[in-house]
């Protein structure tokens, strides 16, 4: 099975309207950079997008939202974009706000196969409305539910020609849970390299959880928020 694509274009053939994606990275961090580039051009809307964060204004996921692609926002952080909030201000982005670790581990929990699990994180409060709860020596938890995706779109630092990947310091975070939840796995590159390559021991996502895989070009590596000493 040949997983090798030549492009972003060639690689999300199949993303049409409605579907669900779950797109990696850490605030812009790891983020799949050419595949967000690639749904922009394709102008796919009506999405429900899963990701640790919402982008900024004019780059990674807020681009996306500034072409009204996004229907649904599942996330836990959001709070660099202004888009995003004159978006779920005014009622045209629906918005689900998930505590970090509770969405890292419904993604985990969605590659695992393990549909549901019960967490401390959000009892008492609106996370945990209309959820079931149950006590657990002496300690109160709810129930969540695993994620899946269409689409999951994953940047990592290296990967081989059958998709086992290496991804580099935060970029590590929810890219290999994400990769593993999604039904097509796309995974960009900054190298890709022949089988043998990798070092076996060094490998963060093995080749059977992603299905295309190609080389990622002109990575901007933006910084949320730079701090320089005066």
Known sequence: MNKVYPNADAALQGVTDD??????????????????AALVRMGVRGLTCISNNAGVDGF????????????????SYVGENAEFERQLLSGELEVELIPQGTLAERCRAGGAGIPAFFTPAGFGT????????????????????????????????KGDTQGNLIFKGTA??????????????????????????????????PGVYVQRIFQGTQY???????????
């Open 220 to 230: 901007e590596k933006r910084i949320e928020q730079r701090t320089v000493r005066k």
């Open 126 to 157: 609106e996370v945990a409305n209309g959820k079931e709860t149950r006590e657990y020596d002496g300690k109160m938890y709810v129930l969540e539910t695993a994620l899946h995706a269409d689409f999951a779109f994953v940047k990592a630092w």
């Open 60 to 75: 990674g996921i807020g681009l996306m939202l500034q072409n009204r692609q996004v229907k649904k926002m599942i996330s």
């Open 19 to 36: 579907m669900t994606l779950m797109l990696g990275g850490f605030g812009l961090c790891g983020i799949p950079e050419n595949c967000i």
């Open 172 to 205: 590590r975070n929810f890219n290999p849970m994400m990769a593993a939840a999604g039904r097509i796995t796309v995974a960009e590159v900054e190298e890709l390299v022949e089988p043998g390559e990798l070092d076996p021991n060094q490998i963060h996502t």
